[in-house]
C-alpha cells in the first residue's frame, strides 16, 4: 500500500509538517507580537507550535504503518485509504492557522470553527463508514462486527448515518458559546454516534443469533488476527487514559513575593517574572471569570496561559479553578490573573503584594 500511495504519502508529509516550517519563518514577527500582548512572553509556546506538527507527523506514520500492517487493507477501499492519510494533515493546519490567528490577530477562529470542522469531518467519515471493508484497524471493532462481513457492513451502514447526523449537530453547535461547546461535542460523539453504533450491532447480533444466520466467517478477525496487536493496544490506551487523568487532575502553582519581583511558576506553564516598578495596578477580586483558553494548558484543575473574556480581551491567566476570589494585575496595559490553592492563601497574597507596592493601608 506504500508504494501505490507513495505520492500521496509525500504530499500528507510535507502539508502536516508545512506548520513548523512556517513557525520558523515568523519566529521573530511572533515574538514581538506575543511580548506586546502578553505578559508569559514566548519562552513555550513557539518551540511547542515548532515541534506539534512533528509529533503530529509521528501519529500520521503510526496510524498509516498499522494500517498498511492489517493484510485486510490490501484492497480496501481507496477512499477509506485517503481518509486515513489526510485527517491529521489536515488538524495540523487548522489547530496552526487558529493559533497564527489568535496571536497575529488576537482573533477567535478556534472558538467559531472548532464545531464546524469536527462537523464537516464527521459527515466526510460518516460517507466513508459504509464503503471500509472488514478489517482490524480502521471501523467499528467489536467483536461481532469482526467475526461476521454481514453485521460488519449492517453496522457500518448505521453508523455512517448516525456520524452523518453527528456531524449536522456539531456544525450546529458553533452557535453556542465556546464554554459549552467541548462537553456539546462530547454529548453528541458518546451519545448519538459511539453508544447508537454499539447497541446496533448488539442487537443486530442478537437478532441474527434468533433468526439461525449468525455464523463465525472462516476469515474471522476477533480472535486470530487481533492476538498480536490486543495487548500491544490495550498498554497504549491504558498509558494515554493514565496519562489524561494524571495531567487533567494533578499540578500546582507556586506564587513567591519576592524583594524586587512577584514570581508565577505552574506545572504546566513557564515561569513568569514581573517587576513591582511594571505593576500599574493590582485589585483583589471575590469572584474570577476565566473566560476561554486561547493557547496553553486548561482542565478541571488548573488554567495556565493565554486566556480570552470580554473584560480583558486576551490575557495572562495562572489560576486554581476550585479557587474563587483572585488578584488582577495591570502591567504595562497587559492583565495577568493569578490565584493560589485556596481563598485564604490568595488574599494573604494581595496583602502582601500591597505592602511591596507601598499600597497597604
Request: glycine letters at 6%; a neutral charge.
Amino acid at each position: 500500500m506504500i508504494k501505490k500511495n507513495k505520492w500521496k504519502l509525500l504530499v500528507t508529509t510535507l502539508v502536516t509538517v508545512l506548520p513548523s516550517v512556517l513557525t520558523l519563518v515568523l519566529w521573530e514577527r511572533l515574538s514581538v507580537a506575543m511580548n506586546e500582548k502578553y505578559v508569559s512572553g514566548t519562552k513555550g509556546l513557539l518551540p511547542a507550535l515548532a515541534i506539534l506538527p512533528v509529533v503530529l507527523l509521528a501519529l500520521q506514520w503510526l496510524c498509516i504503518l498499522f494500517t498498511v500492517k492489517d493484510p485486510e487493507n490490501k484492497e480496501q477501499n481507496a477512499k477509506v485509504i485517503n481518509m486515513v492519510l489526510w485527517i491529521v494533515p489536515l488538524l495540523s493546519v487548522f489547530v496552526h492557522t487558529c493559533m497564527l490567528n489568535a496571536i497575529l490577530a488576537d482573533g477567535n477562529m478556534m472558538e467559531m470553527l472548532i464545531s464546524p470542522m469536527m462537523g464537516v469531518l464527521m459527515i466526510v467519515m460518516g460517507n466513508y463508514m459504509p464503503k471500509c471493508s472488514r478489517n482490524s484497524t480502521v471501523g467499528v471493532k467489536i467483536k461481532w462486527t469482526l467475526e461476521n462481513d454481514e453485521n460488519w457492513y449492517a453496522t457500518h451502514r448505521f453508523a455512517g448515518k448516525a456520524q452523518v447526523a453527528c456531524g449536522v449537530l456539531l456544525c450546529l453547535g458553533a452557535f453556542l458559546p465556546i464554554t459549552w461547546q467541548i462537553a456539546f461535542m462530547l454529548l453528541i460523539l458518546i451519545g448519538g454516534m459511539v453508544l447508537p453504533t454499539f447497541l446496533y450491532s448488539y442487537l443486530y447480533y442478537k437478532k441474527q443469533v434468533k433468526n439461525g444466520t449468525y455464523t463465525k466467517d472462516a476469515e474471522s478477525l476477533y480472535y486470530y488476527k487481533n492476538k498480536k496487536y490486543f495487548w500491544p493496544s490495550i498498554l497504549i490506551v491504558g498509558a494515554i487514559l493514565v496519562f489524561c487523568v494524571v495531567i487533567c487532575f494533578t499540578g500546582n502553582i507556586n506564587v513567591s513575593v519576592g524583594e524586587d519581583a512577584l514570581e508565577l511558576d505552574a506545572s504546566f506553564g513557564e515561569k513568569i517574572s514581573i517587576g513591582y516598578s511594571l505593576i500599574d495596578n493590582v485589585e483583589y477580586r471575590e469572584e474570577k471569570n476565566v473566560g476561554v483558553r486561547v493557547m496553553g494548558f486548561g482542565s478541571p484543575t488548573l488554567s495556565v496561559g493565554t486566556f480570552k473574556n470580554d473584560e480583558f480581551g486576551s490575557y495572562t491567566c495562572y489560576t486554581y479553578m476550585k479557587t474563587d476570589n483572585c488578584i488582577v494585575l495591570t502591567v504595562e496595559g497587559r492583565t495577568v490573573v493569578f490565584n493560589a490553592i485556596d481563598e485564604e492563601t490568595t488574599k494573604a497574597l494581595y496583602d502582601e503584594l500591597l505592602l511591596k507596592l507601598g499600597k497597604a493601608e
